[in-house]
C-alpha cells in the first residue's frame, strides 16, 4: 500500500525527481490541482525525457472499462513512456469506476497514470476505496477559512513578499479566498514593487489588487447561476475593461462554483461537505437554488471547456474576451 503523504509532502517528493506508478487526486480546488499537474509534469519529463507521450482523457468519454484498459499499453515503439491523466473519473461508466483499481494496479514500468476525483467524497464507494489502497492519493480540497492566512502568508513568501495581517486578510476578502486568484493578485504585486522587502499592508493590496471586486464577481456569477445572458456578457465586457487579467481570473472562480454545482446535481447530501470544505463561502447561499438550473450534462460539458479555455488563456493563444463570450453564449 502507498504511503500516506500530505499535499505539500507529495510535491515535495515531485521535486526531488521522485514519481509513483499511480496518483489519485481527490478534491476540487482548481488551484491545487493545476499546480500539482505543473510540477507532475515537469518531473515526468525529467524522468523519461522529451519523446514521452502524454494522453488525457475526461471520465464523461470513458464508457466501458476497454476504453481505459486501451490506453494502458506503455510508451511504445516511438516514446519512452506513458503518462496518462484521466480527469473527472466521477463521470466515468460504472462498469470503468468498478474496474478501475484493478485495472491499474499492475502497471507497466514506462507508464503513470493519475486519476482525478473531482468532487467531495460525500457518499461510501468500493471502488474509491479501492483506489485510494492502490495509488498515492493526493489531497487538492480547499483548505478551511481558518487555515488561510497561515498559507497566504507561505504564498507570499514564496516570491520573497512581506506582508503584514491586515494586507493577508485583505487580499484574502478581495478574493472570496480563491485560491487561483490569489496567485494571481500576488504575482501582480510582485511586479508593481519597486522593493519587494517593502511591507505589503491593506493599502498596496487595495490599489494592486482592488481592480476585481466581489460585488462585479458576484454579479456574473449570478447571471450564469440564473442563465441570464445578456448580464453575463455585459459584465465580462466590464470587467474586461478593468484590465486584461481580469477574465482569467474569472475561470478558477466559475471551475469552482460549477463543481459545486455538479456535487448538489449527484447528492443532496453533498450540501453539508461542500459548506465544510469549499474556500468559496460568499456563494455558498446560491448554489442549492440554481443547482436545478442546469443538467449534469450541461455543467461536465461547460466545467470541461472551461479546463480547455484556461489553458489557452495561459498560452496566449486567442482573444481573451472573445472566447469567454463565446463560453457564456454557449453554456449560459
Known amino acids: 500500500m502507498p504511503s500516506k503523504l500530505n499535499y505539500t509532502q507529495v510535491i515535495s517528493e515531485l521535486q526531488d525527481g521522485k514519481i509513483s506508478g499511480l ?3 481527490m478534491g476540487s480546488d482548481y ?8 510540477q507532475f509534469q515537469s518531473a515526468f519529463k525529467s524522468r523519461f525525457g522529451e519523446n514521452a507521450n502524454l494522453v488525457q482523457r475526461w471520465g464523461v468519454d470513458l464508457k466501458t472499462a476497454t476504453d481505459v484498459s486501451n490506453l494502458l499499453g506503455g510508451g511504445g515503439l516511438f516514446s519512452s513512456a506513458s503518462l496518462i491523466m484521466l480527469h473527472e473519473i466521477q463521470d466515468a461508466g460504472t462498469g470503468v469506476k ?15 497514470v493519475l486519476a482525478h476525483y473531482s468532487i467531495s467524497d460525500f457518499r461510501k464507494a468500493k471502488w474509491l476505496t479501492e483506489m485510494k ?14 487555515q488561510l492566512p497561515a498559507l497566504v502568508g507561505k504564498m507570499a513568501s514564496q516570491r520573497k513578499l512581506n506582508m503584514d495581517e491586515a494586507g493577508i486578510y485583505r487580499l484574502i476578502e478581495l478574493s472570496s479566498g480563491e485560491l487561483a486568484i490569489i496567485d494571481n493578485e500576488l504575482e501582480k504585486i ?20 482592488g481592480a476585481i471586486e466581489n460585488a462585479q464577481v ?6 450564469v447561476f440564473n442563465r441570464d445572458r445578456r448580464v453575463a ?16 481570473y474569472l475561470v478558477a472562480m466559475l471551475y469552482n ?38 443538467s449534469m450534462k450541461e455543467l461536465q460539458d461547460a466545467t470541461r471547456e472551461l479546463a480547455m479555455l484556461d489553458i489557452k488563456f495561459r498560452l496566449g493563444s486567442m482573444d481573451t474576451l472573445s472566447a469567454f463570450t463565446e463560453w457564456v453564449s454557449k453554456v449560459v
Open 133 to 146: 489502497n492502490a495509488a498515492q492519493v493526493i489531497p487538492v480540497t480547499s483548505p478551511e477559512a481558518s
Open 233 to 248: 456578457t455585459q459584465t465580462l465586457v466590464e470587467i474586461d475593461h478593468q484590465g486584461k487579467q481580469g477574465l482569467p
Open 190 to 209: 510582485s511586479l508593481y514593487l519597486n522593493d519587494t522587502s517593502e511591507t505589503i499592508d491593506r493599502e498596496i493590496v487595495d490599489r494592486v489588487a
Open 98 to 112: 468498478t474496474k478501475l483499481a484493478e485495472m491499474l494496479r499492475n502497471l507497466p514500468d514506462d507508464t503513470v
Open 31 to 38: 488551484y491545487l490541482y493545476r499546480k500539482f499537474l505543473s
Open 257 to 294: 462554483c460549477l463543481i459545486q454545482l455538479m456535487a448538489l446535481r449527484e447528492s443532496p447530501e453533498a450540501r453539508k461537505t461542500i459548506s465544510q470544505g469549499a474556500t468559496s463561502w460568499f456563494f455558498l447561499s446560491k448554489l442549492g437554488s440554481v443547482s436545478k438550473n442546469y
Open 23 to 25: 496518483y489519485f487526486a
Open 218 to 223: 458576484s454579479q456574473f456569477i449570478d447571471a
